[in-house]
């Protein structure tokens, strides 16, 4: 069931953003009319951002003992994010596979490290949301604390499941399992104080790059939204890859910008046109470099995409082996 919905959204997004983008036509063109130079910088920062979610990922595979290579990692991202935009999480699935055919990282492990960037992830974008929102814009209108209430309920979320102590569940099941799986593994990584340090100061790069990203674009299309603000689109963006209910939270990134930039003062329509020039920024860089980083892998070791999860293997408990 779940399968089937997922499957049918991806549809009803895909045809509404495909609709939205030829009764729109002549305001996207802006992406065709933008200076090389502005191209070339969104590039880079799509290319530095990826380096340094490639950075966080070595660092937090290290707290539990695996040593991996810095360009690996970034190969591995860029191709992950590429598979991302298949359907069934395809990237994620690689990712996984590959760490344990490589490095030998049981998929429990996997599944800690990955809920853990993206508990870091969220609770970073979500303080740096309420920050801006509270200081600078306020929360007099419901929009904005229908806002609040979702950064603050995001970063509290984040940071109980991060460090707050919390018994392992004993009773059985795949999702009791995973908590617990990700319960120990949450342990372990806490042992790593350093490796939580470089994690979110690569991660805060992070943020800042995509932030800065959609600056640059929102000036390009003659959008008058001030950096702090960006922000918290930015906020929302990192957030928004928490729903990943369409291959690469298509569509639901989108909307989500959208509805955040009527914070900002700034239309529903004007924030949806930054947010689609960003996705078309985005998908062109992972197709072009992913696409790149899979031929190589796939040179160096072809049988990482013939080999898919097994069954008795997705609720791994063990140790790394």
Same mark, same amino acid.
């Given at each position: 069931?779940?399968?089937?919905?997922?499957?049918?959204?991806?549809?009803?997004?895909?045809?509404?953003?495909?609709?939205?983008?030829?009764?729109?036509?002549?305001?996207?063109?802006?992406?065709?009319?933008?200076?090389?130079?502005?191209?070339?910088?969104?590039?880079?920062?799509?290319?530095?951002?990826?380096? &340094?979610?490639? *950075?966080? %990922?070595?660092? #937090?595979?290290?707290? @539990?003992?695996? =040593? +991996?290579?810095?360009?690996?990692?970034?190969?591995?991202?860029?191709?992950?994010?590429?598979?991302?935009?298949?359907?069934?999480?395809?990237?994620?699935?690689?990712?996984?596979?590959?760490?344990?055919?490589?490095?030998?990282?049981?998929?429990?492990?996997?599944?800690?490290?990955?809920?853990?960037?993206?508990?870091?992830?969220?609770?970073?974008?979500?303080?740096?949301?309420?920050?801006?929102?509270?200081?600078?814009?306020?929360?007099?209108?419901?929009?904005?604390?229908?806002l609040a209430g979702v950064f603050a309920a995001g970063l509290i979320g984040s940071l109980c499941l991060l460090f707050i102590p919390l018994p392992y569940?004993? &009773?059985?099941? *795949?999702? %009791?399992?995973? #908590?617990?799986?990700? @319960?120990?593994? =949450? +342990?372990?990584?806490?042992?790593?104080?350093?490796?939580?340090?470089?994690?979110?100061?690569?991660?805060?790069?992070?943020?800042?790059?995509?932030?800065?990203?959609?600056?640059?674009?929102?000036?390009?299309?003659?959008?008058?939204?001030?950096?702090?603000?960006?922000?918290?689109?930015?906020?929302?963006?990192?957030?928004?890859?928490?729903?990943?209910?369409?291959?690469?939270?298509?569509?639901?990134?989108?909307?989500?910008?959208?509805?955040?930039?009527?914070?900002?003062?700034?239309?529903?329509?004007?924030?949806?046109?930054?947010?689609?020039?960003?996705?078309?920024?985005?998908?062109?860089?992972?197709?072009?470099?992913?696409?790149?980083?899979?031929?190589?892998?796939?040179?160096?070791?072809?049988?990482?995409?013939?080999?898919?999860?097994?069954?008795?293997?997705?609720?791994?408990?063990?140790?790394?082996?």
């Open positions: 069931m779940t399968k089937w919905f997922r499957n049918i959204l991806t549809v009803l997004v895909l045809a509404f953003l495909f609709w939205y983008l030829i009764s729109h036509w002549q305001q996207l063109k802006v992406l065709l009319n933008l200076q090389p130079k502005q191209l070339l910088l969104l590039y880079g920062l799509s290319f530095l951002e990826s380096l &340094s979610v490639a *950075r966080v %990922v070595q660092s #937090l595979v290290g707290t @539990l003992g695996i =040593r +991996t290579g810095f360009w690996n990692m970034a190969w591995l991202h860029n191709v992950s994010m590429l598979l991302n935009y298949a359907p069934m999480k395809m990237g994620t699935l690689f990712r996984a596979n590959y760490l344990k055919r490589h490095y030998k990282l049981a998929y429990s492990h996997f599944a800690a490290f990955f809920l853990y960037i993206m508990f870091l992830m969220t609770a970073i974008a979500a303080a740096t949301g309420l920050v801006v929102l509270l200081i600078v814009y306020g929360i007099s209108n419901n929009e904005s604390k229908i569940p004993k &009773s059985n099941g *795949r999702l %009791v399992s995973a #908590l617990r799986n990700f @319960l120990i593994s =949450r +342990t372990q990584i806490a042992k790593q104080p350093m490796g939580i340090c470089i994690s979110l100061l690569f991660l805060i790069m992070s943020f800042l790059l995509s932030t800065f990203r959609l600056w640059i674009i929102s000036r390009s299309m003659g959008i008058d939204i001030h950096p702090v603000g960006c922000l918290i689109l930015g906020a929302l963006g990192f957030i928004a890859l928490f729903l990943s209910l369409t291959p690469g939270s298509l569509g639901i990134r989108e909307f989500v910008l959208a509805c955040g930039s009527t914070v900002l003062n700034v239309p529903f329509k004007a924030g949806l046109m930054v947010a689609l020039v960003d996705r078309a920024i985005a998908m062109s860089y992972i197709f072009i470099v992913g696409g790149i980083c899979m031929i190589w892998l796939w040179h160096k070791s072809p049988a990482d995409f013939k080999k898919q999860l097994g069954p008795d293997n997705s609720t791994n408990t063990g140790s790394i082996d």
